[in-house]
């Protein structure tokens, strides 16, 4: 083989290492809010696949009933989204995972995270418009709190639950993006509790804000979800 053909085969070899290498991410998971449903995430999967992560590589469980107010924690709820990750882990090329949770999605998803001791599998963790510190709209903990969506394991103020997750990572990193416009988050309101925007993550990294509502801010915001987890 003359020295120009082997260099040749050589350099072929180097950009389709390179190739490969680059197309090696960690699997993501998505994970929805309260009575959501993995549609929620249509501009994020867009701007993934788009980025050149493949369906495979994107894991979208579908957790809770339809009723608001009998979701929590703790249960049923919490199955679809371990299993999701425990899969994503597995057949990560990376070994590690990327978890994306919106709402009650991020604290369900920490809540597995932190329960079935998968942190040191995760690189970034991103809350979007999540209640990490309570939602002032379901009291605190335990008074006034009627349902399962605000009891023990739900997201009252100092509830047992939230106070176990303080402090605790659920990742390498920690983002969360958060507005002072969230009808859910701020509904009575104040978006805060102790003066700490509910939506911050203790221990987080960075916190972005934004002037979108709710669902606004898991809509608007693929790119930057994108940009956090790479």
Request: hydrophobic share 40%; proline share 3%.
């Amino acid at each position: 083989m003359s020295s120009i053909l082997r260099g040749g085969v050589a350099l072929f070899a180097f950009g389709f290492a390179m190739a490969a290498s680059a197309a090696c991410v960690d699997n993501v998971v998505l994970v929805h809010g309260n009575t959501g449903s993995p549609s929620d995430f249509v501009n994020t999967t867009s701007t993934l696949l788009a980025r050149g992560y493949t369906n495979a590589q994107i894991f979208k469980p579908s957790w809770g009933s339809a009723c608001a107010a009998c979701n929590d924690h703790n249960g049923s709820e919490e199955t679809p989204v371990e299993n999701a990750m425990i899969d994503a882990i597995a057949s990560s090329c990376t070994g590690r995972i990327d978890v994306i949770g919106h709402s009650m999605g991020g604290t369900l998803a920490a809540r597995v995270i932190d329960r079935v001791g998968l942190k040191t599998y995760v690189d970034s963790f991103v809350g979007i418009a999540g209640a990490f510190r309570g939602l002032r709209s379901c009291g605190t903990y335990p008074w006034n709190v009627w349902t399962s969506t605000c009891g023990a394991w739900g997201l009252s103020v100092s509830s047992p639950f939230l106070n176990g997750l303080a402090g605790k990572r659920f990742g390498t990193r920690m983002h969360s993006l958060k507005s002072y416009v969230d009808e859910i988050v701020c509904s009575t309101g104040i978006c805060t509790v102790a003066g700490v925007h509910s939506s911050s993550i203790p221990g987080e990294n960075t916190s972005t804000t934004y002037t979108w509502g709710h669902y606004g801010l898991l809509w608007y915001t693929a790119a930057k979800q994108a940009d956090l987890i790479r």
